[in-house]
């Protein structure tokens, strides 16, 4: 949890440098909240985030069931790799039995 909150204030930090990132969090801070929210607020938000917090919004975003969730790839992908099938699937085609070749 420390080395993720070390990386992410450290991108917040590093972003200030440019004008553009620093504008960019200026007009979403005033979009959103109405108001500009001091780099001293938002580390401070970082700071009292808890392993209970990640716990809890992990717990709403992703379902108990993990067969539940789909995960999708863009290729091109070459012939050779392919992306690994489901426990389920691959013991069904391990149960199939195998073609014989023609003589």
Avoid: C, W
């Amino acid at each position: 949890m420390g080395r993720a909150k070390n990386q992410f204030r450290g991108s917040i930090v590093m972003a200030q440098e440019s004008m553009s990132s620093r504008m960019n969090r200026i007009g979403k801070s005033e979009v959103y909240f109405n108001r500009v929210i001091p780099l001293e607020e938002v580390m401070a938000a970082i700071d009292a985030v808890t392993h209970e917090d990640v716990l809890r919004v992990a717990d709403k975003i992703f379902p108990a069931d993990a067969g539940a969730l789909t995960v999708a790839a863009v290729g091109p992908f070459p012939k050779k790799r392919r992306a690994p099938r489901p426990a389920g699937e691959r013991a069904a085609a391990a149960a199939k039995p195998k073609a014989k070749a023609a003589a």
